[in-house]
């Protein structure tokens, strides 16, 4: 994650705003939230758990490969 000001990756936490945590960049003093917090899986890495779940592994398995 870094900076949409500066790019710099140095933050630290600063609170929240409306449910979301907030960051300060260290370098510029600039407040952001991250915009997008994703964590969907490409539809290929989908299919590839799927097909490990048919086959019989374990969801922990399947998490520890994927």
Do not use: H, W
């Not at 933050?11 to 964590?39: D, E, W």
């Amino acid at each position: 994650m870094y900076c949409p000001l500066c790019k710099n990756t140095r933050y630290i936490k600063a609170g929240f705003a409306k449910g979301s945590q907030r960051y300060l960049c260290i370098s510029c003093k600039y407040y952001y939230t991250v915009t997008q917090k994703s964590n969907i899986k490409s539809p290929e890495v989908r299919r590839l758990a799927f097909d490990m779940y048919l086959e019989g592994i374990g969801f922990r398995a399947i998490g520890r490969v994927i």
